[in-house]
Structure formats: structure tokens, C-alpha cells
């Protein structure tokens, strides 16, 4: 099956922790997103790659990271400098050529 | 100012009757508009996509786009519960990086 997969669905992390999420699509897509999601409020760019091994700061980047080191893989960070990092965490890609964005089942991340 | 602004309702309508979304943005040089759904606790779902003035028809939906007024519409025809949903407008602006901007959403609620 060809997708975009978030894994793990739900996170827990304790306070202090540095915890990744990690995105995987098999669909050949140039393009990946991370993106984060809060109750009431519209989606929020984290990160963003559009080629392997280069990605640039989106409009909250500050707390997290990332790496693209395979087209299929765009992994995110979420660092112990992120002071309020329970949230609702996208991740979205892009066909060569195209302007939609399509996404992941997400990953559901709470601090303890 | 918001660069996407949307009600976030909720919209009530009863089942069969026609849902009108609405959707202004503030960038006058956007390129092209998206509109997604999405269930609670689920991700965004891309069902219209429209790049050109007027109307695009796809099934119950439709897309109405006015540059001129930086308004952008989706109607939902013979509206079913299952359409009972946030909706979420999102604006590709233009630039080095084409930034896709999302509002925060209109939630409906189609009543049997």
C-alpha cells in the first residue's frame, strides 16, 4: 500500500525528555512537512524539506529537529527546549510538481 | 490580522440542505486554495482543490473562488451526517517558498 505512515499514534513524555516521531512515505514524494496542531487553532509549520539532506525552519521551529537523510523519511525531534510540546503532530507531503498537501494519521504527543 | 480567517461555527443544517463554508484571506498574490476535512481526532483530508475564479464541481462538492474579494467557498450539497466535520481552508501563498497557510477551521454538524 502506497501512504504516508506516523508512527507512534500516541506518545507520552516526561518533562526533560527529547522524544522523535517519526514519517515515512513510500508515495515517491519530493516534499515533507511537519506540521503542529492545537485545539482551536489552525495548522502550524514546524519544519519543511523539499529535498533530501536540506530542510528550513517553518514558523515554530524553535524546540525541534530534524533530519531528511532518505526521500522516504523525514523524522522530527521533539526536544526538551520545546516548553509546551503536548499537541497534535502532522506530517505531510508533496507530489513533484503538484501544490497538495497530503497527510499522515498523525502522532499524538502529551507531556507528563 | 489572520491570513486565513474562517467561522469556526459550529454550522448546524439539517440532513439534506446545502453547507456553505466560507473562507477570506488576506494575501492578494495567493495561488491556489484547498479545502480539507477533517474528522475529530483524525488528520486533515484534501477534498477540492481550485486555482482559477468561479466554480468547480466535484460530486456534492463545490469550490467558488473570487480573487478580487480574497473569498473562497465550499458548498455541500445534500448534506449527510457523515459530512459532520471540521473543515479547513488552506491558501498556497507565493514566493521563493510556496507556503501553504491553513485557517482554523468551521466545524459542521449536519442534523438527521
Known amino acids: 500500500d502506497g501512504g504516508i505512515t506516523q508512527s507512534p499514534k500516541y506518545l507520552f513524555r516526561k518533562e526533560g525528555q527529547n522524544v522523535t516521531l517519526s514519517c515515512e512515505q513510500n508515495l515517491n514524494h519530493d516534499a515533507m512537512y511537519w506540521y503542529r496542531q492545537d485545539p482551536g487553532q489552525g495548522l502550524r509549520l514546524i519544519y519543511y524539506?523539499?529535498?533530501?539532506?536540506?530542510?528550513q525552519k517553518g514558523d515554530i521551529a524553535e524546540g525541534y529537529s530534524v533530519s531528511r537523510e532518505k526521500k522516504e523519511s523525514f523524522p522530527l525531534t521533539v526536544t526538551s527546549a520545546q516548553k509546551n510540546p503536548t499537541a497534535f503532530y502532522l506530517c505531510?507531503?508533496?507530489?513533484?510538481?503538484?501544490?497538495?498537501?497530503?497527510f499522515g494519521p498523525g502522532t499524538r504527543l502529551t507531556v507528563l | 490580522q489572520k491570513e486565513v480567517e474562517q467561522n469556526s461555527g459550529p454550522l448546524s443544517v439539517p440532513e439534506g440542505a446545502i453547507a456553505s463554508l466560507n473562507c477570506t484571506y488576506s494575501d492578494r498574490v495567493s495561488q491556489s486554495f484547498f479545502w480539507y476535512r477533517q474528522y475529530s481526532g483524525k488528520s486533515p483530508e484534501l477534498i477540492m482543490s481550485?486555482?482559477?475564479?468561479g466554480d468547480k464541481e466535484d460530486g456534492r462538492f463545490t469550490a467558488q473562488l473570487n480573487k478580487a474579494s480574497q473569498y473562497v467557498s465550499l458548498l455541500i450539497r445534500d448534506s449527510q451526517p457523515s459530512d459532520s466535520a471540521t473543515y479547513l481552508c488552506a491558501v498556497l501563498n507565493s514566493g521563493g517558498y510556496q507556503k501553504v497557510t491553513f485557517g482554523t477551521g468551521t466545524k459542521l454538524q449536519v442534523i438527521p
Open positions: 505531510a507531503s508533496t507530489p513533484t510538481g503538484w501544490n497538495e498537501q497530503f
Open positions: 481550485i486555482y482559477s475564479n
Open positions: 524539506s523539499q529535498i533530501v539532506n536540506d530542510f
